[in-house]
Structure formats: C-alpha cells, structure tokens
C-alpha cells in the first residue's frame, strides 16, 4: 500500500484549469481528487490546500 495522493498548499484562490495545465495533466484528473471544488477556481475562503497525484507533489512545489 503506497499513498495515491498528497495535499500541497496552495496561495489563495486558484483556477482549476490553470493549475492542472500548469501540471500539465488533464484538468479532470485534478477535480476527480478534489470533488468538492464545484466551480471554476477554489474558493478563496476555503482550505488553502488541494490534493494531487502524490508523482506531482515536487511540481506543484516547484512553482506554489
């Protein structure tokens, strides 16, 4: 059993098809691990964090 995914923190609000292309991953793949992100960004008073494939962990911190 090894993790699936990781949460990375994330500066504010952030819009989902601009991080996941940033990623360069389909923009499905990110929601299909944040569910709750129903809209077009996140919401900016929410959780600062986002869970992501845990391969693109050192990504997301590359550029956060």
């Not at 993790?3 to 504010?12: E, H, I, L, S, W």
Request: hydrophobic share 40%.
């Amino acid at each position: 059993n090894t993790p699936a995914f990781t949460a990375v923190t994330v500066n504010g609000q952030i819009e989902v098809r601009s991080f996941a292309q940033q990623l360069n991953v389909e923009e499905s793949l990110i929601r299909r691990f944040n569910p709750g992100i129903l809209r077009w960004a996140t919401d900016p008073n929410g959780s600062p964090e986002i869970l992501v494939p845990i391969e693109l962990e050192d990504q997301v911190n590359n550029f956060s």
